[in-house]
T-cell receptor, first 113, second 117 residues
């Protein structure tokens, strides 16, 4: 079973920041937080991951609370093309049988014009 | 770099027929995964290969599903016979997993949409 909980949906206005929350209260010390998104009719796409420090890349920022029990994915300037299902996943970094990604239902982000 | 290639893109079959899906991972990626995604749900892992060996097939319905990766490169997933509940998108993913280190470049293909009627 997925180790994360996300609200089922949210929306935001185009050009505004989208803040997508995720709870992972049972996360282990060696587990990372990953975010993927799935645009309609495509496979999931990697966005960002982190362990305990905040991370930023060209797509998004990831804010992880100090106790690591929750995180927020931030899309700073949402566009219509960001409309997708966003999955928050926790997983160990080390290669092996547990390197698979276990998906929940994700959160559906709708960006409105 | 080229992505994960899957074919066919769409397939419609009648129940009790058989079907096969093909996946070619990113060059150099030793780990290959097959996922099933039913409408409205997140992808569910069916099987994971490391080179040509099976690492995890605990959620593969082995009475009707089979998968192989004979040369450690491309892979085939087969369903025989198909049931109505097998209607889903079948996603292939690959990654570079370095033993004792991390998992890099976990990338998905666009999937095969199967409709069983």
């Amino acid at each position: 079973d997925a180790k994360t909980t996300q609200p089922p949906s949210m929306d935001c206005a185009e050009g505004r920041a989208a803040n997508l929350p995720c709870n992972h209260s049972t996360i282990s010390g060696n587990e990372y937080v990953y975010w993927y998104r799935q645009i309609h009719s495509q496979g999931p796409q990697y966005i960002i991951h982190g362990l305990k420090n905040n991370e930023t890349n060209e797509m998004a920022s990831l804010i992880i609370t100090e106790d690591r029990k929750s995180s927020t994915l931030i899309l700073p300037h949402a566009t219509l093309r960001d409309t997708a299902v966003y999955y928050c996943i926790v997983r160990v970094w080390r290669a092996g049988a547990n390197s698979k990604l276990t998906f929940g239902k994700g959160i559906t982000l709708s960006v409105r014009p | 770099e080229a992505g994960v290639a899957q074919s066919p893109r769409y397939k419609i079959i009648e129940k009790r027929q058989s079907v096969a899906f093909w996946c070619n991972p990113i060059s150099g990626h030793a780990t290959l995964y097959w996922y099933q995604q039913i409408l409205g749900q997140g992808p569910k892992l069916l099987i994971q290969f490391q080179n040509n060996g099976v690492v995890d097939d605990s959620q593969l319905p082995k009475d009707r599903f089979s998968a192989e990766r004979l040369k450690g490169v491309d892979s085939t997933l087969k369903i025989q016979p198909a049931k109505l509940e097998d209607s889903a998108v079948y996603l292939c993913a690959s990654s570079l997993a370095i033993l004792g280190q991390g998992v890099y470049g976990y990338t998905f293909g666009s999937g095969t949409r199967l409709t069983v009627v």
